[in-house]
């Protein structure tokens, strides 16, 4: 039977290097999945050799992606990137190998920048390295959640089912993503137009309404109460505009300095979870989010402790981050899940009690990803919701704005027509 001499990554990341006797360099690799390794390279005794030369080389390879991801820094949206994680999938369940897979990929890709990533993969695994290692030298495009996701399914032997999953999962998430820009974009936008509306009403119009009056009825004595108060109004805002507009930039400055400190985003992300009408569908989201990362990584081979590290790295929000550092150290401690949950008092009992029968049943990823759909179903009532009742309510708003505008310019024109009747 033919001997072949591996280089191949334990469990550890640790490269190891032996020979076994199989009956073709398929079978060998079998061997090694089956034994908890990932080859890297193989080739049968007599028919060529290991290149020693091959670490050296895969450092260049290393410094040599390092060095373009550097200059390639820009990132890809989430869309683009899950497309890719499918058809790499697909490729790859086709019996594909991974190089070749890649090298398809990378020519028919149209966005530079994950085209000019793909080129850099392809190469960094030609030259030795892993899958999982040569995506970590491209952090601001493949996450921790992708890369030990990867890292799991090379340990694991099931790559293919891995990327499957992620693709799955980044779809739901960018699904998620959408649904709550759309629920927040609305009424920000109305808003937006009903306060451009108001100062151009303000700072133009009215001007010239007022002198208007002023020339036909001499003073504002004569002017309807309404009407002073728009007048009034607009002056403030002539002579103010400037300080209420600097003013307006010193708040969106401090807000992202306090934004960017590890107390101001606890503090701005708690308020997020307790705004009226906006906090149920960020807290939802949150929950679907966690529950959804969680039992990906754990079905996909990731071990506990290091999952809940990536799901509270990705988590989005500062307190839900907080919840999952407490369930780490819990389960770090030996204890269960539950507890720490519960005395976050962010997740709601429904989650805490799917969890706990997940966990004492032994299928925690399953019931997560449980969890997940059910939030996701809610996030999406909840917009849509959300949505029908903030389109009249925003209708309204810009309705009662201008019209009272307008009957504050109106009122004296027809006090000034009754005056010319009567005369």
């Known amino acids: 039977m033919p001997v072949f001499n591996y280089i191949a990554v334990d ?34 005794e007599g028919k060529g050799k290991l290149n020693v030369k091959k670490s050296k080389r895969k450092g260049r390879s290393r410094s040599k992606a390092k060095e373009r991801s550097l200059f390639s820094s820009g990132k890809i949206k989430g869309k683009v990137l ?3 994680t499918r058809q790499l999938a697909t490729l790859i369940d086709s019996g594909l190998p991974l190089l070749r897979g890649l090298t398809v990929l990378g020519k028919q890709e149209p966005n530079p920048v994950l085209k000019k990533t793909i080129n850099s993969l392809a190469d960094s695994v030609q030259t030795g390295s892993t899958f999982s290692e040569s995506l970590a030298q491209h952090p ?7 890369v030990n996701m990867v890292k799991a399914g090379e340990l694991g032997g099931v790559l293919e089912l891995v990327l499957i999953r992620l693709a799955e999962y980044s779809e739901k998430a960018q699904k998620l993503k959408n649904k709550i820009i759309a629920a927040m974009v609305y009424p920000v ?17 009215v001007p010239k309404f007022e002198q208007i009056f002023a020339d036909m009825l001499g003073s504002k004595d004569a002017l309807p109460p309404l009407t002073k108060f ?22 969106v400055v401090l807000f992202k300095l306090a934004a960017s400190t590890v107390g101001g985003r606890r ?81 709601p009992p429904m989650v805490i009690s799917m969890v706990d029968v997940g966990e004492e049943t032994g299928q925690l990823p ?34 009662v ?10 009122l004296p024109m027809v006090e000034i027509i009754k005056g010319v009747a009567n005369q």
């Open 140 to 146: 601001k495009i493949f996450n921790k959640l992708y």
């Open 366 to 399: 399953e019931m997560l990803l449980k969890v997940a759909d059910v939030y996701d179903d809610e996030v999406d009532n909840a917009v849509s919701a959300l949505t029908s009742m903030l389109e009249p309510l925003m209708i309204v708003i810009l309705a």
């Open 11 to 44: 469990a550890k990341g640790e490269e190891i290097s032996g020979s076994l006797d199989a009956g073709s360099e398929a079978e060998a690799i079998a061997q090694l999945r089956q034994g908890g390794v990932y080859p890297t390279a193989i080739v049968q």
């Open 267 to 347: 503090v701005i992300d708690q308020i997020k979870l307790k705004m009226p009408l906006f906090g149920s569908v960020q807290r939802k989201s949150a929950i679907a989010r966690f529950s959804r990362t969680l039992g990906t990584l754990v079905t996909s081979g990731v071990p506990i402790l290091q999952a809940l590290n990536i799901t509270r790295d990705t988590a989005g929000n500062a307190v839900i981050s907080n919840a999952i550092q407490n369930v780490h150290d819990a389960v770090k401690e030996g204890e269960s899940i539950v507890n720490p949950l519960e005395a976050s008092r962010v997740f």
């Open 189 to 205: 936008i109305v808003m937006l137009i009903a306060s451009a509306i108001m100062v151009f009403l303000l700072t133009v119009i």
């Open 401 to 410: 704005v201008v019209g009272v505008i307008v009957m504050a310019l109106f």
């Open 230 to 251: 728009v007048i009034n109004l607009s002056e403030s805002l002539q002579q103010q505009i400037v300080p209420i507009g600097i003013g307006l930039f010193v708040f």
């Open 82 to 84: 899950m497309i890719f």
